[in-house]
C-alpha cells in the first residue's frame, strides 16, 4: 500500500481525436470520449446548448461490474461528474448557442472504467473535464438568421469555452 501522506501517480494520454482521453491514477484507469453535435435548443433554454455525461462501469474494469444496465455505483459517479463540471459552470453553455432559439450545440461526453483499483470517481470526473478540454467543435460563421459549419480542412475546430477547471480530490 501507500504511506499516508502518499499520492496516486497521475497519468494522461490524448487520443488521436479530439476529445478521447484516458487517465490513470496509479493503476485505476477510465477512458472519456467527447463529441458534439448541433441540435434544435428546447424552448425552456433556446440560448443555452447542452451538455450530458454518461459514465459506464463494466466487467473489463473489475469483475464486480455488471454488464447491461447502470449499477448504483456508475450512475453515483456520472451525477458527481455533472455536478462538478456542469453544477459549477465551468462549461460555459451558452457559448454553446449559434442562433437563440434554433441551433445549439449538445456536448456528449462518455465515459468508461477500465481498470478498477480504487478512487474510480475522481478518475472519471478527471478523464470528463480532460476531454472537454481536449474537444474541438466545428467552427460556425452566423449571418442574420442563417449557420455555416466548416468542416476541418476549412477552418481549424475550435474549444469549448470553460471559465475555470474544477478537479475532485478524495482523501481517505
Known amino acids: 500500500g501507500r504511506a499516508v501522506a502518499a499520492y496516486r501517480r497521475l ?7 479530439h476529445g ?3 487517465v490513470n491514477f496509479g493503476p485505476t484507469r477510465a477512458l472519456a470520449v467527447c463529441s458534439g453535435e448541433v441540435i434544435v435548443p428546447p424552448a425552456s433554454r433556446p440560448n443555452e446548448g447542452k451538455i450530458s455525461f454518461s459514465v459506464e462501469f463494466g466487467p473489463v474494469a473489475s469483475p464486480s461490474f455488471d454488464v447491461g444496465r447502470p449499477s448504483a455505483q456508475a450512475t453515483s ?3 458527481f461528474v455533472e455536478r462538478l463540471l456542469k453544477g459549477s459552470r465551468a462549461i460555459d453553455a451558452e457559448a ?3 442562433v437563440g432559439g434554433q441551433k445549439v450545440w449538445s456536448i456528449r461526453v462518455d465515459v468508461r472504467a477500465l481498470d478498477d483499483d480504487g478512487n474510480l470517481g475522481d478518475v472519471c470526473a478527471v ?3 480532460c476531454s ?5 467543435k466545428a467552427d460556425v460563421e452566423v449571418q442574420g438568421e442563417s449557420a455555416k459549419s ?3 480542412e476549412e477552418r481549424a475546430p475550435v474549444p469549448l469555452s470553460i471559465h ?9
Open 164 to 172: 475555470h477547471l474544477p478537479v475532485p480530490v478524495t482523501f481517505a
Open 127 to 129: 478523464a470528463a473535464l
Open 77 to 79: 459517479v456520472a451525477n
Open 20 to 22: 478521447e482521453v484516458e
Open 96 to 98: 454553446l448557442c449559434i
Open 11 to 17: 497519468g494522461i494520454r490524448f487520443g488521436a481525436a
Open 150 to 152: 466548416f468542416t476541418v
Open 132 to 136: 472537454l478540454l481536449h474537444f474541438r
